[in-house]
């Protein structure tokens, strides 16, 4: 069973750095690709960037000089960092699998994350 | 970056009545189209992946279509549980993007 789940402080202040892990079971990181989205009210669903299944990585543009994503494969485990947030930032944060393309089969529950003081 | 657009921005429709939501990509993605259905307090849910093929556990009652620019996910005999949000997402290029969502209500 394809399982997804992530953790995190739920509460950043601004200007300080996010770091989210995401737990995956059911499949291998070294076979498919997992993802970081993001769902914000001002965005909506947004994309944030891939560790592809070789260990390379990829980014949205508009987070690349803020976002790094890793991983520890003997540990099922993948890894956002995030840094200078800001009240935008606010909202829940996915880790997800595709398998189809670039198209994502299954999603992790989510995490709310809170930019506030 | 790919820009999706999705119509009717929300609907209602009645207990066994047909609804059909639209998805239009800014460029041709060659069918890397998935439509999600999401829950509130929950993560979205894949239904149709490649436009039109449907997703494990999913029911027969959804259906995709669509090519080039324009995507369509069609829900005959609506039920109870399809009430929500339902998203559509192009994989053809980087980027992902994501459609603004269409709200599904009864009626």
């Known amino acids: 069973q394809v399982q997804l789940k992530e953790s995190g402080p739920g509460l950043v202040q601004p200007s300080q750095t996010l770091s989210l892990t995401c737990t995956v079971s059911?499949?291998?990181?070294?076979?498919?690709?997992v993802h970081w989205v993001r769902q914000t009210p001002g965005k909506g669903l947004e994309w944030m960037g891939v560790?592809?299944?070789?260990?390379?990585?990829d980014y949205n543009s508009a987070l690349k000089s803020r976002l790094s994503i890793s991983r520890d494969t003997s540990k099922s485990q993948l890894f956002l960092t995030m840094n200078s947030l800001q009240t935008e930032d606010t909202g829940i944060y996915y880790c997800?699998?595709?398998?189809?393309?670039?198209?994502?089969?299954?999603w992790g529950q989510g995490t709310l994350v809170t930019v506030s003081s | 970056d790919i820009q999706m657009t999705q119509s009717p921005h929300s609907l209602s429709a009645s207990l066994g009545e047909t609804v059909s939501i639209e998805c239009l990509a800014s460029?041709?993605?060659?069918?890397?189209l998935a439509w999600y259905q999401q829950k509130p307090g929950k993560s979205p849910q894949l239904l149709i992946y490649?436009?039109?093929s449907l997703h494990d556990g999913v029911p027969s009652r959804f259906s995709g279509s669509g090519s080039g620019t324009q995507y369509s996910l069609k829900i005959s005999n609506m039920q109870p549980e399809d009430e929500g949000l339902y998203y559509c997402?192009?994989?053809?290029?980087?980027?992902?993007?994501f459609g603004p969502g269409t709200k599904l209500e009864i009626k």
């Open positions: 997800s699998r595709n398998d189809y393309g670039g198209l994502i089969d299954y």
């Open positions: 059911g499949f291998s990181l070294t076979s498919y690709n």
């Open positions: 560790i592809w299944n070789g260990g390379n990585t």
């Open positions: 460029e041709g993605i060659s069918n890397y």
């Open positions: 490649y436009a039109s």
């Open positions: 997402q192009q994989g053809y290029k980087y980027p992902i993007t």
